[in-house]
């Protein structure tokens, strides 16, 4: 089937997903707690709604010793400054297909990055977790597909670094793409990517 749409995952597709692990001034362990509670034992719950940036800025504080206003004017600084993948975005943008962002992001990720970054001016459509209320990534990028006006999975080309992900939507009739590395990106634009340009 041709390939009409793409779907972009962000984390370590677009982006180096470690942008919360920078440690502010006067709170070295702030990665340490940040992992414990965000990619830990809150993980599930922020990504699908259940709590706020707020919440895990109280408990991620609370492990610190920190004021909460400092955590949430330190989380607001981290999604400011996010190192894109420049070339894997640079496609993204130039490639003449319809396009959307599908991720696995909680709410701080439309709060922060997309208007920091101007996200929903570069991609017309842009899917979160938190906002559906699922991790699911197949019908993250089957609501994608739709809003963006195709019909099978066989028409729209998902490029995610997580290979169940990719397994799961190729597994329906989906078009995928393992990304594994920007360098390889960079290659593949001219074999199996070659519908990118």
């Known amino acids: ?38 990619r830990g034992s809150a993980e599930h719950a922020w990504y699908v709604n259940e709590v706020t940036c707020e919440d895990i800025a109280a408990r991620v504080s609370k492990l610190l010793g920190m004021p909460v206003a400092d955590a949430m004017k330190h989380i607001r600084h981290c999604c400011s400054n996010i190192r894109f993948f420049d070339s894997v975005l640079i496609a993204a943008i130039n490639c003449p297909l319809p396009r959307a962002i599908v991720t696995v992001n909680p709410d701080v ?23 559906e209320a699922s ?19 066989g028409e729209a080309l998902l490029i995610d670094n997580n290979a169940k992900a990719v397994a799961d939507w190729e597994n329906i009739g989906g078009q995928a793409y393992l990304f594994e590395g920007e360098d390889k990106f960079v290659a593949d634009l001219k074999t199996s990517l070659k519908i990118l340009q």
């Open 109 to 131: 990720f439309t709060k922060f990055v997309v208007p920091r970054y101007q996200l929903d001016r570069l991609f017309p459509i842009i899917i979160t977790s938190w906002h």
């Open 1 to 38: 089937m041709t390939t009409r749409y793409i779907l972009w995952d962000f984390g370590d597709t677009l982006v180096d997903q470690d942008w919360m692990l920078r440690a502010p001034e006067n709170f070295p362990d702030w990665p340490q707690a940040w992992t414990e509670v965000a």
């Open 135 to 153: 991790e699911d990534k197949v019908a993250l990028c089957t609501i994608a597909l739709k809003k963006l006006g195709g019909r099978e999975p």
